[in-house]
């Protein structure tokens, strides 16, 4: 005869205990196998051990760069935007006009695009060699 404060339907403690262990077990190897995952991600050097405090650290630092990186190609998205549409703009009103269209060029300075005609930067790059010209020509003179 079963004691009265055990039921047949619930398992017995030791069972419980082998059922609460198992869950337990599989919830560390999912813990486990997400941890070696994001570790996989991460630059490390070969057989480098990484804790998990560590890999939790440098994924976030990871997370954080990828967000500064689209937050700046975002940014020259909307720049090269920008001036695709002051480009179509001017070619538009080029269009109504008799006169060729300026030749441009896209520059990309690093931190800024800047949209430049063509015959104005031939120019500038013209009276910077004729004044490296000089400037080599005056030095040539003083070393005399």
């Not at 009265?4 to 813990?31: D, F, G, L, T």
């Not at 549409?85 to 441009?104: C, F, M, N, W, Y």
């Not at 800024?112 to 003179?141: H, P, S, Y």
């Amino acid at each position: 005869m079963l004691p009265s404060h055990c039921n047949a339907a619930e398992p017995a403690p030791v069972q419980r205990r082998e059922i609460a262990n198992s869950n337990e077990r599989r919830r560390m190897q999912s813990i486990n196998s997400g941890f070696a995952s994001l570790r996989t991600l991460l630059s490390h050097h070969e057989g480098e051990k990484l804790s998990k405090a560590a890999i939790l650290q440098q994924t976030a630092e990871c997370i954080y760069s990828l967000e500064q990186e689209k937050t700046r190609l975002l940014s020259q998205n909307c720049q090269l935007k920008r001036l695709l549409g002051q480009t179509q703009h001017l070619v538009d009103t080029d269009e109504t006009d008799s006169a060729p269209a300026p030749k441009r060029r896209l520059i990309d300075t690093g931190q800024k695009l800047i949209l430049e005609d063509e015959e104005d930067f031939n120019e500038v790059q013209t009276n910077l060699e004729r004044e490296r010209r000089t400037r080599m020509a005056l030095e040539e003179r003083v070393r005399v």
